[in-house]
């Protein structure tokens, strides 16, 4: 009989993969998706660790799925609840203690392995807990990807070895991993061939991928583009530290690297960015800017901000408000700096108060509004290609995306979707734009 698989995803982008991943190495089993946990057969938290509020997350999450568990044995059928990702990497002894009805408990490199993780949780009464870091890399055992719709991530680099002082990254996914451009080629021709037309590249440092000897992600984004079918390229997410010529250079050669780039930089404040270990100080991050946008006029940036990282002033906290005037971000995720166990900012001096980092999160948050709004509005009149991709809310309606992930929504035939059309941005809606064919 088929069997239902629910899969709850928090976090980032790498999760949503992984998420996709772990179905396809289930389906084997009979397993197909749900459309929520309760009746499912198996349920998998893929869990993130980057805050203390995804983290906890979780465990009233568990709190929720042992009711429908218990139900389910009640009712005489089995719900396996697997837990993933980040959290389980950390504290998978810790969800083992406090949750012990969990079946199985897998760090982010061992889900290759979840066919025999599900067998032995089915023979034994007991957890099966597997957060090791294989010397085997997962996607040498995994299944081909299933594509659905016109657009798709596909994981290039895994892991990272940079340490900022305030991230769990490092030790909840492991050191640098790339994969072969070999690899990467072949899953992006399946992926097209599936009617993909648009491919976002992800790594935790995608841009330290390093799977070709003598290669950089700018020489692996030119054959990409060869690819019969990829219309877009897009990555993400990338390190200052690791932006070099080659990559900037297909900024300004290649037609198929969208003109809009996620590159963090957490902080306008040397003094900060030397305590967070960046790498980078201000001037290098605005020289970087310098050279992609003569690379690519059209490029917009976007960016991640901490406001309240220990030891921060109030007039470091300007700098980085007059940073985000001075490069003109369209778009940014700003946060709160949160403690996180192990990490060397937790042990920092001067943690600064939640109401001091509320009001800087807020300020923050006010001038990028501006920023977007002003960006959004700057679109009206301009020809853009856009990537229709689903059927809009109303009849006779498409949405699609604009190079700079604008949501647009315009008057078209449904078998347009799947197609990159020029459109002209005709007004702005709060959450999209509306289009016209150009
Ligand atoms: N590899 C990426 C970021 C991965 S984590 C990079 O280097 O930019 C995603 C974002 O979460 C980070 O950019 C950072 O802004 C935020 N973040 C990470 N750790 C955090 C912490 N302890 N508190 C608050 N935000 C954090
Ligand atoms: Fe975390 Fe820094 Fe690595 Fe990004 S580069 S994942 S912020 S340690
Ligand atoms: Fe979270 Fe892990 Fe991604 S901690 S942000 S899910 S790499």
Redesign the pocket.
Known sequence: MAKRLFVKTYG?QMNVYDSSRMADVLAPLGYGPAEQAENADMVILNTCH??EKAAEKVFSELGRLRKLKAAKAEAGGRMILAVAGCVAQAEGEEILRRAPFVDIVLGPQTYHRLPEMVAQAARAGGAVLDTEFPAEPKFDFLPEPHAEGTSAFLSVQEG?D?F?T????PYTRGSEYSRPASAVLAEATKLAAAGVREITLLG??VNGWHGEEGWSLGRLIRELAEVEGVERIRYT?S?PRDMDDELIAAHAGLPQLMPFLHL?V?SGSDRILAAMNRGHDRAAYLRLVDKLKNACPDLALSS???VGFPGESDADFEESMALVREVGFVQT?S??????PG?PAAAMERQIPESVKEERLAALQALLLEQTTRFNHACVGREMRVLLDRPGRYAGQLLGRSPYMQPVHVKAAAHLIGKVVSLRITKVHPNSLEAIPA
């Open positions: 980032c980057i805050r990272c940079k900022c305030f991230c769990v990254v935790q440092n997410t390190h963090p957490q991640d901000f901490i995720y946060f709160k700096y949160s403690s996180r990490t």
